[in-house]
């Protein structure tokens, strides 16, 4: 490999704000950010959606329906409770 061509990895702390859940492992993620992590000042890494939270990790699934989407859907596509098996 060639010397001084790829980024600093360093310990990161990452943050579910979804779940509440932090983690700490290597990243070359830059954040002005910090937390205290085991009496260490760690860069801090929010994120929306982590295994701590993803349906499919989790073994939970939502359903969202913004702004009507699935009756228009079916609506479009004139699928009814008759049609269903």
């Known amino acids: 490999m060639r010397p001084d061509i790829h980024p600093e990895s360093r310990p990161v702390v990452f ?3 979804a779940a509440g859940v932090a983690f700490l492992t290597r990243s070359t ?3 002005a950010r910090t937390i205290e992590w085991e009496g260490v000042a ?3 890494v929010d994120v929306e959606i ?3 939270s993803h349906p499919f990790y989790t073994g939970t699934s939502r359903v969202l329906d913004t702004a009507g989407r699935v009756e228009r859907f079916e609506r479009r ?3 009814s409770d008759s049609n269903r098996h």
Do not use: F, K, T
Request: glycine letters at 6%.
């Open 15 to 17: 943050r579910d704000r």
């Open 29 to 31: 993620a830059h954040s």
């Open 42 to 44: 760690r860069p801090l």
């Open 50 to 52: 982590s295994s701590a």
């Open 77 to 79: 596509y004139g699928r």
